[in-house]
Every structure is written in structure tokens, then in C-alpha cells.
């Protein structure tokens, strides 16, 4: 059996509450296609990463982001790739460009979540395509969205003892765009070490692949989406998509 890539001997975390345990990680076609405490064959293999005292769990999903607009005008949403979230739900807090235009988009975004009303006009009145929510979902299908929107997620390599160090390391950022304001923010780039959508690396020493934001990576999913149990190795399950 041949993969797209390995993920050698980092600790695990199924995301089902077991125990953690040191195994090697399969990735074919978009898929996790084995896990396994033994060796895989990398013969052919274009890329093994070795996960030796790293972590190993499936991607974050953010339920509250409000990417409403930036979804539109920065699709590949590298900012929550570079902290390791590779699914995230729009639409928080019932508020939505669904059914409405750049103005009343404007005004509910800049009166409720305080993003500047003529940025939320110019990004709607720009993109907007959609006349109802279907419209709406092929829309942001056809944008080159960088991770996943709407439901689960694929896998995330992190090294604890960094994200021990960077817990309290925060630094002053300027945000030149809204007026200068200061904000904190902690820089963890060397936390999260590859991030995988879909099976694809979308993030990888610390900076996005080369791919996201000039192709579509991640993908709209719809309510009804269920990923099937795959068996991958004996008396061991995953759930893929």
C-alpha cells in the first residue's frame, strides 16, 4: 500500500476521549487510510513527517468565528490554519449575508460585531451572487477556501512543549487597517507544525502551503454530511470524510 503521506510516531488523540497512544498515520487520496502502531511502508511516500514527541489530533473546529465577510474577500482563512482550526461555522449569532444586501449588511455587522460598515458594503456588494441560501453555499464552494466550513476536521501536528512556552507569550500587534488600535495577540507559529485539510498539507513550517488561497482545499459541508467508519487497522476505526 502506497500514501501521500506519513505521519510517523506522534501521540494520537482519536478525539473520542481514549487514551492517547504513539502510532503511525496513513494519508491517501484525501483520506486517512490506516493507523497503526507499526511501521507503514513509505516506499514511494512523497512526504513522512516525523511527529516524534509531537501531538497528533484532529483539526480544531471554531463554532463562533463571524468570517462572514472575510470568507468572501480572504477565503483561505489562514489565520485559524495557522492556530491548527481547520473547520469553522459562519453565520454566529443568527447574523448572516444570506438574505441580505451590502447595506443591511453593513449595518447589522457594524452595529452588532463592530467591523467597519464600509468594508462589510464593498466585500457583499462585490461578491455577492447568491439570491437564497443554496446560491449562497455554491458561492463559497466556488471561492478558494482554505479549510473546511460547516462541519468536522482533519488533523493537526503540535508540539506540546511549545505551546506550554507560548500560553503566556504575547506580544503588542498593530492593526494599521482599523486605525492603528492595538491588540494582543500570541504568536504560536511554531506550535502548530503541519496542518492537513481534506489530506492535503495546507500548513507546514509555520507558513501556508503554496496551495491555499489559489486553490480550493477545503469545501462547504452541508448538515446532512456524515463521514463512514473505515476500519484501518485491526480492532482500530476512523472516521473519514
Request: hydrophobic share 40%; proline share 5%; net charge negative.
Given at each position: ?10 501521540r494520537w ?6 487514551p492517547s ?137 503540535i508540539d ?82
Open positions: 500500500m502506497t500514501y501521500d503521506t506519513i505521519i510517523r510516531d506522534g488523540f482519536d478525539g473520542t476521549g481514549a497512544s504513539v502510532r503511525n498515520i496513513g494519508i491517501r487520496d484525501g483520506d486517512v487510510v490506516a493507523i497503526s502502531p507499526d511501521d507503514l511502508d513509505d516506499k514511494d511516500c512523497p512526504r513522512v513527517i516525523d511527529a516524534t514527541g509531537k501531538w497528533v489530533l484532529p483539526g480544531m473546529l471554531d463554532i463562533h468565528t463571524h468570517y462572514d465577510i472575510e470568507v468572501l474577500n480572504g477565503p483561505a482563512l489562514t489565520e485559524s490554519l495557522r492556530h491548527g482550526v481547520t473547520t469553522v461555522m459562519l453565520a454566529s449569532c443568527s447574523l448572516s449575508t444570506v438574505h441580505v444586501d451590502g447595506v443591511d449588511a453593513g449595518d447589522i455587522f457594524g452595529r452588532v460585531e463592530a467591523i467597519p460598515r464600509e468594508h462589510v458594503i464593498g466585500a457583499v456588494d462585490e461578491h455577492k451572487t447568491w439570491t437564497n441560501a443554496e446560491e449562497y453555499i455554491q458561492a463559497l464552494e466556488a471561492r478558494p477556501l482554505g479549510l473546511r466550513i460547516g462541519d468536522r476536521a482533519d488533523l493537526v501536528v506540546p512543549e511549545r505551546l506550554d512556552a507560548t500560553l503566556d507569550d504575547y506580544a503588542e500587534d498593530r492593526v494599521e487597517q482599523y486605525g492603528g488600535l492595538s491588540r494582543m495577540v500570541n504568536r504560536n507559529d511554531a506550535t502548530v507544525n503541519a496542518v492537513f485539510v481534506g489530506g492535503r498539507p495546507v500548513f507546514l513550517d509555520g507558513k501556508p502551503t503554496d496551495v491555499v488561497g489559489k486553490q480550493r482545499t477545503g469545501r462547504f459541508l452541508r448538515a446532512a454530511h456524515k463521514a463512514p467508519a473505515v476500519p484501518v487497522s485491526e480492532g482500530e476505526f476512523v472516521s473519514v470524510s
